[in-house]
Each structure stands twice: as C-alpha cells, then as structure tokens.
C-alpha cells in the first residue's frame, strides 16, 4: 500500500530530524501505526464480507461460500497472522525496556547525549516506555491520537 510507503518515508525524514531518539521507538511507532493500519484492513474486509453474503442471501435466500467470500475469508485470516506477529513484534521490543538492551540495539552509547530538546532528558523520558512521534514533523502526539496537535496531519 503506498500509504505506508509515505509513512516509511515520512519516519525516515523523522528520524533525521530527531537525531540521537531511541531508534527502538521510532521502531515501536512505526510497527504500532502498521498495527492499526491492518485492524482497519480487517474491519474493512468484515464489512466486504458482510455486504457479499447478504448480497448472496437476497439473492438465493441461502448463502453459498462463493470464489469471493472465500477470498476475503483467506485474506481475513492472512491479515490476523500479520497482525500476531506484529503484535509480538511490539511485545519483544516494549520488554527491551531495560538501559543495556537498549545500549546493545544502538550502534553508539552516547544516547541523548547530542540533543539539547528537554523532552530527550532520559530522566524525563523514564515513566514514558514508548514515545509517539508525528511521521510528518515528529512532534510527540498520544498513541491514541490520529491528528497531529502540532501539524494537524492526520495519520494511523
Ligand atoms: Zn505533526
């Protein structure tokens, strides 16, 4: 989907921009925004699946598993498995909480040592497992929110 070639695009340019930022929750961002974007893939197809078996019944007054009901099943289950593993995926890196892990995940030791931005104070950031980061501008939004309060982009 090109949408998330635009948002790979986008966190790259917001990495840029953030610098020395954990690149551990750059990673989170980016995987929890995929997240979302099949949860909303599979609400979608729930609706398509809906709307063909009904069509289906109103025709026939019974509903047959036709080639495209099938279809939309297997791309439901598909997206589930995506869904597993990015689900673990997540898992494994909130649970690299710890300083040495994340020490060894960088390439250099001197995290937050270059940034002057108050909010990269490590002591500030402790409480904080997971930072979300606008793609567009990369100032900190919620992990609910879907506007930035910054730029005002939306995304997922
Ligand atoms: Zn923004």
Redesign the pocket.
């Known amino acids: 989907m090109n949408l998330f070639q635009d948002l790979k695009q986008a966190f790259e340019k917001g990495m840029e921009q953030v610098g020395n930022q954990s690149q551990r929750m750059i990673e989170l961002t980016r995987l929890n925004g995929k997240l979302k974007g099949k949860k909303e893939s599979i609400q979608e197809m729930y609706n398509k699946l809906g709307q063909l078996v009904y069509d289906e019944w109103e025709k026939k007054q019974q509903v047959e598993v036709t080639g495209e009901v099938h279809q939309t099943l297997e791309m439901i289950q598909d997206l589930k498995k995506q869904i597993v593993q990015l689900e673990e995926k997540i898992d494994q890196l909130k649970h690299q909480n710890t300083g040495s892990s994340l020490a060894q995940k960088l390439p250099s030791s001197d995290l937050f040592a270059n940034t002057g931005s108050p909010q990269m104070n490590p002591k500030m950031s402790v409480p904080v497992a997971i930072l979300y980061l606008?793609?567009?501008?990369?100032?900190q939004?919620k992990e609910d929110d879907h506007v930035?309060?910054?730029?005002?982009?939306r995304?997922y």
Do not use: G, I
């Open positions: 606008c793609p567009f501008c990369a100032h939004v930035c309060s910054n730029c005002q982009v995304f």
